[in-house]
């Protein structure tokens, strides 16, 4: 099993950038689905994105559809989320996970047995 570490956020004004990267542990991460998860203050953790084990295939929520992009990179074990056009909806901290009981992209959070400690976006109104 991987152990996975996210890094990357920040405070940064609405309309910035910013990408965060998750770096897996072990010698089986290309094996894992991998997604990105958000919980803002006050709310329940919510889907952001997902990809595939050879990232063919990527999903998103409607809410980011346009403004984030999920890659991974498996000779790095690292999979990332460039986030651009951001607003202060998107404050959250967020957190990746991964799971390799099934192949394709799932978008519920019980879906993934490993997570991450999560990093801090933050977006000023």
């Known amino acids: 099993q991987v152990q996975l570490v996210e890094s990357g956020g920040g405070l940064v004004q609405a309309g910035g950038s910013l990408r965060l990267s998750c770096a897996a542990s072990?010698?089986?991460?290309?094996?894992?689905?991998m997604a990105w998860f958000r919980r803002a203050p006050g709310k329940e953790r919510e889907f952001v994105s997902a990809i595939t084990q050879s990232g063919a295939t990527t999903v998103y929520a409607d809410s980011v559809k346009g403004r984030f992009t999920i890659s991974r990179d498996n000779v790095k074990n690292t999979v990332y989320l460039q986030m651009v056009s951001l607003k202060p909806e998107d404050t959250a901290a967020y957190y990746c996970a991964g799971d390799r009981t099934y192949p394709g992209v799932r978008r519920g959070a019980s879906d993934y047995d490993t997570w991450g400690q999560g990093t801090q976006v933050t977006v000023p109104s």
């Open positions: 072990g010698r089986v991460f290309s094996s894992y689905v």
